[in-house]
């Protein structure tokens, strides 16, 4: 599943770096020399009006001209603290006025009906409810978040796309692929790779179906450098890929029932322990990028930049290597970015995957036996209870897919098929034969991460990518523990019921950034899809 090098970058922040100065912003609805006097650490720094920028401080003298909204910057320097417990600045009573300007104009733009939309007053009460909160040097990803990216200038237009389908009756289509991936992905394929929608290809032969495949020629062409198998715990009937994240703080959730174990042995001695064992998989990778942030577009490469398996044989080089064209054929219509990895997946009858998604575009080839796959698109992430960012199971969904989602699409793949799986889609994964043999093609994020965000943003894969950054935002500046009742209160804000409190600048930089990048009016929607509160409750602790 390897996922961590797409994701998020090293943490940022040290002490220090929390310590400089962050701004949050205040409404000039009611005096302030008052409440500077009584807030440690704060002095005025500015005002804004409209979009002008900050001005002196005598301009906040004397009657307001022109009717515009005016808006008091104030500097706030907190006090040093634990990097496993950072804090946000508390805000004092009169951020509210701010707060409830920025929830009226969501409201209206909620309800307002698309052919009576005044662009022109939601930019002027965009304005009256401008958030200059900036998040401290902790919350500046190393990869640039698409949610502090947001486009400065007027809001999206309201959007006038219906609501979308139940994503649980998602079916994947199927194409006869035996007249070549090419020409396939010219005609009847482009429509549903340029929507970036899952599709399986029938007889697409994208790796050379001659080969044997078997244990035996594995065991000849991979080599005795040890490869990669993951082991379920008695407890467990899936098999988790529990990752360590160096980006994020995991360590107060108990996953010990899901604990899958990681083994590391020559693929001949895996090939002869493990036959008829359902809770054992072989996931090792064959090439890997040197760099996976390279942000080309459609580009397959196993030259240059790219690590083999120690002691893979030319014979099982050239085998994965050989598929460059029909990857080529497949990458430009879906705007893929570059090649990453390949990697290798063998199992036995019974062996299963959960429900996750991957940050990367893969083109899943069978080669021998058969699976089965449940797929449905990212939208399916609050019925699937994604578990959060800052869990060791981040990216797995907490219900089944053959359980609390019966309604997902399964489709079987046999040898000779391949199945193609955009980023963000979720797939949970099981084998029906002994023996079986897949390969995947991973493709980057990175072209489309790394550019500035266009708006209104669109793709549910963005959508998916862009809620996680509003997790990462709040747990970097107010720590992991606190995310889940920062989600429940932006819920609330959204509901018409929010209040103050310790986090409201950062849920005010939030909605004003979401806003900007989807329009005021998918808001409410983007928040109840992918940052549903009710994600992480239950979960287990080791700590409290």
Excluded at 85 to 112: G, M
Excluded at 439 to 466: K, Q, R, V
Excluded at 468 to 489: I, K, M, N, P, T
Aim: one cysteine or more; a positive charge.
């Amino acid at each position: 599943m390897a996922r961590a090098a797409a994701r998020a970058g090293v943490r940022a922040g040290t002490d220090a770096h929390r310590a400089k100065t962050s701004r949050c912003e205040r409404s000039l609805y009611e005096p302030f020399e008052s409440h500077l006097a009584k807030q440690k650490g704060l002095r005025l720094r500015g005002v804004l009006h409209g979009s002008q920028g900050a001005v002196p401080r005598d301009a906040a003298t004397g009657p307001w001209v022109g009717g515009g909204a005016r808006v008091v910057v104030l500097e706030f320097r907190p006090e040093p603290q634990s990097p496993r417990s950072p804090r946000s600045p508390r805000s004092p009573r009169s951020a509210r006025p701010t707060q409830e300007t920025l929830r009226a104009a969501l409201a209206a733009a909620r309800t307002a009906p698309a052919d009576s939309y005044d662009a022109a007053g939601e930019a002027a009460r965009r304005e009256a409810a401008a958030v200059l909160w900036a998040p401290p040097p902790a919350a500046a990803r190393v990869d640039g978040s698409l949610l502090q990216r947001a486009p400065r200038g007027a809001w999206p237009p309201k959007s006038t796309a219906p609501p979308a389908d139940d994503a649980a009756a998602w079916t994947t289509p199927a194409f006869d692929a035996s007249g070549g991936v090419a020409a396939l992905a010219r005609g009847p394929l482009r429509g549903a790779l340029e929507r970036r929608e899952a599709a399986v290809l029938r007889g697409a032969a994208v790796v050379d179906a001659a080969l044997p495949w078997s244990s035996s020629f594995l065991a000849d062409t991979v080599g005795p450098s040890p490869v990669v198998v993951l082991q379920a715990t008695a407890e467990d009937r899936y098999l988790h890929y529990v990752e360590r994240f160096a980006d994020r703080d995991a360590a107060a959730f108990d996953t010990r029932d899901r604990a899958t174990v990681e083994h590391r042995m020559p693929f001949l001695d895996y090939a002869r322990a493990r036959h008829g064992a359902a809770n054992c998989y072989l996931q090792t990778p064959l090439v890997v990028a040197t760099d996976e942030t390279d942000a080309s577009v459609a580009s397959v490469e196993f030259g240059r930049g790219m690590w083999w398996h120690p002691g893979i044989t030319k014979k099982l080089k050239d085998a994965v290597a050989g598929a460059r064209g029909a990857l080529e054929a497949l990458a430009a219509p879906a705007q893929f970015g570059r090649l990453t990895r390949s990697q290798l997946f063998v199992s036995d009858r019974g062996a299963r995957s959960p429900l996750h998604f991957d940050q990367y575009d893969n083109v899943f080839c069978q080669l021998r036996g058969r699976k089965r796959l449940w797929l449905a698109p990212p939208r399916l992430a609050k019925t699937a209870r994604t578990y959060p960012v800052h869990h060791p199971l981040d990216a797995y969904a907490r219900n089944d897919a053959d359980g609390d989602l019966a309604k997902v699409h399964a489709v079987v793949l046999g040898p000779g098929d391949a199945l193609v799986i955009p980023s963000h889609w979720w797939h949970a994964v099981q084998t029906l034969d002994d023996d079986c043999v897949s390969l995947n093609y991973w493709f980057s994020i990175a072209a489309w991460m790394l550019p500035p965000p266009a708006a209104p943003l669109s793709g549910d894969h963005l959508l998916c990518e862009l809620s996680r950054q509003v997790e990462y935002l709040a747990a970097d500046v107010l720590g992991a523990d606190a995310v889940g009742g920062f989600l429940a209160r932006l819920a609330a804000d959204l509901a018409g019921g929010g209040s103050g409190g310790g986090d409201l600048p950062v849920r005010n930089y939030a909605l004003h950034q979401l806003a900007a990048l989807l329009g005021a009016d998918r808001v409410a929607d983007f928040c109840a899809t992918f940052l549903h509160p009710d994600r992480g409750a239950g979960l287990p602790l080791l700590k409290t």
